[in-house]
């Protein structure tokens, strides 16, 4: 087999070493078209479980490396001149030069080409010659640009500026600090890679680098200056540069890692911020993963098939993360006045891969910090403290997220005895909040036949049913009513009959801001409401608000996302009106506001309002996330007392980025910017998300719909999990022989003592 590499970064040379070690037969050349000893950056980082498979594949090259490494445990966050120290982390880093010549060794030792100061014939004519081309040439990949029409790329500039540096000194922690100058917030990133020696890295958003001039600085001006803003934490040394130059991050995400016999390793296929880890890593592990491909697979094509199916799910999951912590650190400046340990635990939990349980096993006394500084008692999960909205106190944090159900028995919008028992039975389960779900305000106004409404006595007096079994069988449980209007998505099937699909027969006409229909050629043309249809359907809601408050709910939502009426006024992409309700955003809020008001007049004023909108709506030209902060500023200053901040479900090709807490981050920049109440929702799954967001500062309140679905107490178990019995979780009474979790089999069976050879 006839291997050729381009590129000679680490995972080009791992990649080629395992090859060969694998079958001394193969024949491997690597073209690298700088010198040996040229690299760029300085230190590199490595998990404990990529040096595990570097040891278990080529324990030769896992022994010269071990002799590199230097290894420290803690994180050091310096905000505002105060140091807090999380330990139990556990890092080991060394010097990319070294390295390299550790690779360089090995792939000389097994009889592999490295052809130095060589650009790389084209990928194209590679393959014709040889049996496997590994594309390993980088973030600026040569070869993918060449075949992009094969490799499908998505390239993705971020907002901060970033440069490498190193000082001449080794700090005995990963450290973040921030320095607050005349142009903005500038973030420190600092890890030592030797016994003498420190990789640091300087990044801010592009218009502070702008502000402060760095556009015009060279390589020695920018080193000065960043070592003049964090002078004291360099203790005076000086900072160096290595080809440093300013740049912005790039995401890499490709629909296709290998075309014919072709493949991408390492920041060729894809890229992932430095703040939660190496690219050097991510390229070592690939290497594991091709390798190990190509020795069980028979054939090249099943072995690269292989290799991507493996590893791709890995790099989704990394680069989600990276994203995240990305994301935290473009809007570091909303967090800078939280309290010192809070911002220390947001920090550290910005990926979401760190959170608050797998925290306080690594570290418990930072953990207790933290906790002890928001004033949680000792003992309360940060999900069971309470959490006031208007003149209502919830006893936790924890929201059973609106989900339709389908299920007025009677066609015509009236809860039975499904929504007593599916309401009751999640208000038993110990959530401080039980939302219903979109409850319509006129028959027109119904998503299915199967939608609950509130526009006739019938409805008020069947959820007043609902409403007192829930405050008189679960006392202290709140129960919440979301009111909405389809619009254009109205006048469809029952869910599990064909989602947003029209009904067979019996359709009534729909309408929306404009005439554009959500699936053209599938659902309907909606009718463009006129001025007085607006104004109707305005006193719709406020008569629906009014039977609400007789009916019992103690707090209302608004809905405004999803694509239904309110949120068809919000989105660019669905309002096109001319009038005074179209255009600028400032136009597009008008008819929502003048809901909110009308339902806020109509509602009782102790009561809380909460208004659910969708912060993005994962397609160009849509709302933004700038957008979500204005519209949430607007409907606050109107009066609503939270924002539910959901995403998406307004047009049919929206392309969301689907992951754990995916939506959380739109909540936390509306929460962190305006200081507004927020509710987040979007795949929060365990009562350990929960706690880290809140403990965070990320969210005030957590939305969870599948989780409640697959277990109605799913809040109480989480009490129970957490061994908390305090009065954010009180089981009901009928229930408390269940608070201990059941013995699944005996487990203290004697243990053996005695070897007998």
Not at 57 to 70: G, I, T
Not at 417 to 440: I, K, Y
Not at 592 to 612: H, K
Request: glycine fraction near 10%.
């Amino acid at each position: 087999m006839r291997v050729a590499v381009i590129g000679g970064g680490p995972g080009g040379l791992y990649a080629a070493a395992l090859l060969k070690r694998l079958d001394p037969a193969r024949e491997i050349t690597v073209w690298e078209r700088n010198a040996p000893d040229d690299t760029f950056g300085f230190g590199v980082v490595l998990s404990d479980e990529t040096l595990g498979g570097i040891e278990h594949a080529d324990p030769e090259v896992y022994r010269a490396l071990q002799r590199e490494f230097v290894r420290w445990d803690d994180i050091d966050i310096v905000h505002r001149g105060r140091t807090l120290t999380s330990g139990g982390h556990g890092f080991a880093a060394l010097s990319r030069r070294r390295l390299l010549a550790v690779l360089h060794r090995r792939c000389r030792d097994l009889g592999i080409e490295l052809r130095f100061r060589t650009e790389a014939p084209p990928a194209a004519e590679l393959a014709r010659t040889h049996d496997l081309v590994i594309a390993a040439d980088g973030v600026h990949s040569a070869t993918r640009t060449a075949h992009a029409d094969a490799f499908r790329p998505q390239l993705t500039t971020h907002r901060c500026r970033y440069i490498w540096l190193a000082a001449d000194i080794a700090f005995d922690a990963f450290r973040f600090e921030i320095a607050e100058t005349e142009y903005g917030i500038v973030q420190l990133h600092a890890y030592p890679y030797s016994r003498d020696s420190s990789t640091v890295i300087v990044e801010m958003r592009e218009e502070i680098w702008r502000a402060a001039g760095l556009e015009r600085a060279d390589e020695r001006e920018s080193a000065v200056w960043c070592a003049k803003v964090f002078a004291e934490a360099l203790g005076g040394r000086p900072l160096r540069g290595n080809k440093s130059s300013w740049t912005r991050f790039r995401t890499v995400v490709n629909d296709r890692w290998s075309y014919g016999n072709t493949v991408l390793l390492g920041d060729a296929a894809h890229t992932a911020h430095f703040s939660i880890g190496s690219g050097t890593k991510l390229a070592v592990e690939d290497a594991l993963a091709l390798a190990a491909c190509l020795q069980e697979q028979s054939g090249t094509a099943a072995a690269l098939a292989a290799y991507e199916a493996e590893r791709r799910p890995v790099i989704a999951s990394t680069q989600r993360a990276a994203r995240a912590s990305l994301a935290w650190f473009e809007e570091l400046a909303t967090y800078a006045d939280q309290p010192p340990r809070q911002f220390a635990f947001n920090l550290l939990t910005r990926s979401r891969r760190v959170t608050h349980d797998n925290l306080r096993l690594r570290d418990p006394a930072f953990v207790a910090g933290v906790e002890d500084e928001a004033g949680h008692p000792d003992g309360t999960p940060p999900m069971f403290t309470p959490f006031r909205l208007g003149e209502l106190t919830l006893r936790n944090r924890v929201v059973v997220s609106p989900m339709d159900m389908y299920s007025a028995a009677d066609g015509d919008g009236t809860p039975g005895d499904f929504h007593l028992v599916h309401l009751g039975a999640r208000a038993l389960g110990g959530a401080g909040l039980v939302m219903t779900e979109m409850v319509c305000v006129s028959r027109d106004g119904r998503i299915t036949p199967g939608c609950t409404g509130l526009y006739t006595p019938g409805h008020e007096r069947a959820w007043r049913r609902i409403t007192d079994f829930v405050h008189a069988s679960a006392p202290g449980t709140a129960i919440g009513v979301q009111l909405g209007h389809s619009g254009r998505k109205g006048s469809t099937r029952l869910m599990w009959e064909g989602i947003d699909q029209p009904l067979p027969d019996g359709n009534w006409p729909v309408v929306a801001p404009t005439e554009l229909p959500y699936r053209p050629g599938v659902n309907q043309v909606p009718h463009a409401l006129t001025g007085p249809e607006l104004a109707a359907i305005r006193e719709q809601f406020a008569r629906s608000a009014e039977s609400a408050a007789r009916a019992g709910f103690d707090l209302l939502e608004l809905h405004c996302a999803h694509g239904y009426l309110l949120s068809g006024f919000l989105s660019p992409l669905t309002n096109h009106r001319t009038d005074a309700y179209g255009g600028d955003l400032t136009a597009r809020l008008r008819f929502p506001l003048e809901v909110f008001d009308a339902v806020r007049a109509a509602w009782p004023a102790g009561r809380p309002m909460t208004v659910r909108i969708s912060a993005t709506d994962w397609a160009d030209g849509g709302t933004t996330a700038e957008d979500a902060v204005a519209i949430a500023a607007a409907f606050a200053e109107h009066g609503a007392d939270a924002i539910d901040v959901s995403t998406g479900q307004v047009v049919p090709d929206e392309r969301p980025d689907f992951g754990r807490s995916y939506q959380t981050p739109f909540a936390d920049r509306i929460r962190n910017t305006l200081g507004v109440p927020v509710i987040a929702v979007g795949a929060i799954s365990s009562w350990d998300d929960v706690n880290s967001l809140v403990l965070a500062g990320r969210a005030d309140l957590c939305a969870l719909g599948r989780p409640h679905l697959y277990d109605p107490h799913w809040t109480l178990h989480a009490a129970a999990e957490q061994g908390y019995s305090g009065h954010g979780a009180p089981w009901p009474l009928p229930y408390q022989a269940g608070s201990r979790t059941p013995p699944t089999g005996r487990t203290d069976a004697p243990k053996p003592r005695l070897t007998l050879r």
